[in-house]
């Protein structure tokens, strides 16, 4: 008998810090069906300049014990520094088989492979601006970084340059976005490699949150 329990999967975005930015990570969780709807279940950001190899060492000793073991898949973003970090995943963790090395683009096309995508940022966050529209996404309330992350869903913005080129990013110039390319790169994966068979506009009253405090918890506790 297959109960609902083992039909859960989890898939964890890192979007890694550098020198001003830190690295944070979404994780989401999804039932195994052909559409499903994802519950953002946990949201943390790592203390500006933390070492890549302590990085490495907190989030692969999370991904072996429950309810994450043997169910997650982990998608870092390779762009820059991305690439010498997943193969201190793979050194760290050999048996890490669900790793994928995702490199955020300025282009219009998706590229690579299968664990090695490359995709234009423009997708990522589109992508996750459709499930929001769609209600397919739900937002834990009382998550330590749920306002941090509205704020920049909110403040999101694309401008068009002179010469026809988009850029996507917050408005103003010493925003941050670090939590919601990680919850992109988690939704992205889990949409276009499923496991199974102007400005971006997202008003305050599309985004699904609940408010029951009793339905959802941070029960995966602080990285």
Same mark, same amino acid.
């Given at each position: 008998?297959?109960?609902t329990?083992?039909?859960?999967?989890?898939i964890?975005?890192?979007?890694?810090?550098q /020198?001003n930015?830190?690295? /944070?990570?979404?994780?989401?969780?999804?039932?195994?069906?052909?559409?499903?709807?994802?519950?953002?279940?946990a949201?943390h950001?790592?203390p500006?300049?933390?070492?890549?190899?302590?990085?490495?060492e907190?989030?692969?000793?999370?991904?072996?014990?429950?309810?994450?073991?043997?169910?997650?898949r982990?998608?870092?973003?390779?762009?820059? #520094?991305?690439?010498?970090v #997943?193969?201190?995943?793979?050194?760290?963790?050999?048996?890490?088989?669900?790793?994928?090395?995702?490199?955020?683009? /300025?282009?219009?096309?998706?590229g690579?492979?299968?664990?090695?995508?490359? #995709?234009p940022?423009?997708?990522l966050?589109?992508?996750t601006? #459709?499930?929001?529209?769609?209600?397919?996404?739900?937002?834990?309330p009382?998550?330590?970084?749920?306002?941090?992350?509205?704020?920049?869903?909110?403040?999101?913005?694309?401008?068009?340059?002179?010469?026809?080129?988009?850029?996507?990013?917050?408005a103003?110039?010493?925003?941050h976005?670090?939590?919601?390319?990680?919850?992109?790169? /988690?939704?992205?994966?889990?949409?276009?490699?499923?496991i199974t068979?102007?400005?971006?506009s997202?008003?305050?009253?599309?985004?699904?949150?609940?408010?029951?405090?009793?339905?959802?918890?941070?029960?995966?506790?602080?990285?």
């Amino acid at each position: 008998m297959v109960t609902t329990r083992t039909r859960t999967r989890y898939i964890l975005g890192v979007d890694l810090g550098q /020198a001003n930015d830190p690295t /944070a990570l979404a994780l989401i969780e999804h039932p195994l069906t052909r559409k499903p709807s994802y519950q953002l279940r946990a949201l943390h950001r790592f203390p500006l300049g933390t070492p890549y190899p302590r990085l490495v060492e907190q989030i692969a000793r999370r991904l072996t014990n429950p309810p994450l073991t043997g169910r997650t898949r982990l998608v870092i973003d390779a762009t820059g #520094v991305g690439k010498p970090v #997943v193969d201190l995943f793979k050194h760290h963790q050999p048996r890490l088989s669900d790793l994928y090395a995702l490199t955020i683009t /300025a282009g219009t096309s998706v590229g690579g492979n299968t664990r090695n995508p490359t #995709v234009p940022k423009r997708d990522l966050i589109i992508n996750t601006a #459709v499930l929001l529209q769609q209600q397919r996404l739900r937002i834990a309330p009382n998550l330590h970084d749920t306002q941090t992350l509205l704020d920049e869903l909110l403040s999101y913005r694309v401008t068009t340059s002179d010469t026809g080129h988009d850029r996507y990013g917050p408005a103003n110039s010493d925003g941050h976005d670090d939590l919601l390319l990680a919850l992109s790169l /988690a939704l992205w994966l889990a949409e276009n490699k499923p496991i199974t068979y102007g400005t971006i506009s997202v008003p305050r009253g599309r985004i699904p949150i609940h408010t029951d405090p009793n339905r959802w918890s941070d029960h995966f506790g602080y990285w």
